[in-house]
């Protein structure tokens, strides 16, 4: 399947600025790089680039008509040069296979390039970028990372969804959940996720599935959701069933204006805050309701 490529020098302009109007006008994804000859490396969390220049590239379905975008996006952020391009399934995954640095995640968790040698503490997940958003380098993937290693998840059956890579999943099951169903509506993030639990040793604690495949009447002790406002918006209710009462929630992919939005639509599930933020990305943490009398009181 085709995309649509779209790509700027972000010049004086903040690049997570640029990185969120692509994101808010529909983006797949978006990532940045250095545009000169400095170390290609993402910022780390609650960073942005210290490059001297700053390419955001992002790609969109092929739906978009590159006029249209052309058009929202010299009104938002007006005087930038956007150059756009068709390119196939192919270039997006050499776009993404780029030479990742170990990550750490509180003193529990390693995110390493596949090959490298390993750390000699803490759980260990190897990833190579593939087609599929989540290397652990963008502020909501490190976000629901962090988060998950302070959770304590012996023995802990989690729900990924929107996975992805399948990272957090991958990452979960490492940090001794016994069971993760990672779930997501793209063919190709499903086996990205297969390839990467393989890699890592975990496919026989993973179930991989599309939404209405959710094993019936599964309740999962953890929910960490890494997907748009809108859809966790519309998808409360669904989410909700599928975890059990007092269940720890993770959720993020929402920008910093969205996230009491977020936070009034699932006031009858769950409680939530502001657990962490990177840039204009926020993660929302909390609870769901321990009991049918509380959820009603959110109502």
């Known amino acids: ?41 993402e910022p780390a969390p609650g960073e942005t680039p210290g490059w001297s220049e700053t390419l955001v590239t992002a790609l969109f379905t092929a739906d978009f008509r590159e006029a249209d975008l052309r058009a929202a996006l010299d009104d938002t952020v007006p005087g930038i040069e956007w150059r ?6 192919q270039d997006w995954q050499s776009a993404f296979e780029q030479t990742l640095r170990p990550l750490r995640f509180s003193d529990r968790l390693w995110v390493i390039p596949d090959g490298s040698p390993a750390p000699d503490h803490g759980a ?13 380098e963008h502020p909501t993937t490190a976000m629901c990372l962090q988060w998950l290693a302070q959770q304590a998840l012996d023995h802990a059956g989690v729900l990924d969804y929107g996975c992805g890579s399948g990272l957090l999943a991958i990452a979960a099951l490492k940090l001794g959940a016994s069971r993760c169903c ?21 496919a026989d604690r993973l179930i991989i599935v599309e939404p209405d495949a959710v094993p019936a ?11 748009l406002s809108g859809t966790l918006i519309d998808l409360g209710p669904v989410l909700c069933d599928l975890v059990k009462p007092g269940a720890p929630l993770a959720l993020t992919g929402i920008l910093s204006e969205q996230a009491d939005g977020v936070i009034a639509a699932w006031s009858g599930w769950a409680d939530l ?4 933020q990177n840039g204009d990305w926020v993660l929302l943490s909390g609870m769901k309701h321990t009991t049918e009398r509380e959820t009603e009181r959110g109502n």
């Open 84 to 89: 756009f391009a068709v390119v196939e399934d």
């Open 182 to 202: 990672a779930v997501d509506i793209d063919p190709q993030a499903l086996d990205a996720t297969a390839e990467n639990a393989a890699s890592n040793a975990v």
């Open 124 to 136: 260990v997940v190897r990833l190579a970028p593939g087609m599929a958003f989540g290397t652990g």
């Open 217 to 227: 009447g599964a309740q999962y002790d953890v929910l960490v959701a890494n997907i």
């Open 273 to 276: 805050n502001v657990g962490d």
């Open 1 to 41: 399947m085709p995309w649509l490529q779209v790509e700027t020098l972000a010049g004086q302009r903040d690049p997570q600025t640029v990185e969120r109007v692509l994101s808010e006008l529909g983006a797949a994804a978006v990532w940045l790089k250095d545009a000169g000859d400095e170390p290609i490396l």
